[in-house]
């Protein structure tokens, strides 16, 4: 969408539109997490294709990763890690929104 469909939309000035950027909502807290979601919706996404990619490059080779993958997340050891990793990327994600939200 243009820079002059959403001042017609929205009735935004156009001075309150920079140079390609667009704004979903008038509250800016509302139109980051709406970037946050649209970025993230990207990113999972390619991160689908990419392990559809994997899995039927290593198919072709003969290697069962369905298996793989079930014997793996069954082992504790591993959970372990898994689960401080999983700590530390939502610190940085949420730090983030509160970042945004500062603004």
């Given at each position: 969408m243009?820079?002059?469909?959403?001042?017609?939309q929205t009735g935004a000035q156009e001075s309150q539109l920079p140079e390609g950027r667009y704004r979903a909502f008038d509250d800016p807290i509302q139109d980051?997490?709406?970037k946050l979601i649209l970025s993230l919706g990207a990113e999972v996404w390619v991160l689908k294709d990419r392990l559809a990619l994997l899995e039927e490059a290593l198919s072709n080779r003969g290697t069962?990763?369905?298996?793989?993958?079930?014997e793996l997340s069954?082992?504790?050891d591993r959970m372990a890690?898994?689960?401080a990793e999983r700590a530390t990327f939502l610190g940085r994600f949420l730090r983030g929104i509160e970042l945004a939200a500062d603004r």
């Amino acid at each position: 969408m243009s820079a002059n469909a959403v001042v017609e939309q929205t009735g935004a000035q156009e001075s309150q539109l920079p140079e390609g950027r667009y704004r979903a909502f008038d509250d800016p807290i509302q139109d980051t997490l709406f970037k946050l979601i649209l970025s993230l919706g990207a990113e999972v996404w390619v991160l689908k294709d990419r392990l559809a990619l994997l899995e039927e490059a290593l198919s072709n080779r003969g290697t069962d990763v369905s298996e793989l993958i079930e014997e793996l997340s069954q082992n504790p050891d591993r959970m372990a890690g898994v689960r401080a990793e999983r700590a530390t990327f939502l610190g940085r994600f949420l730090r983030g929104i509160e970042l945004a939200a500062d603004r």
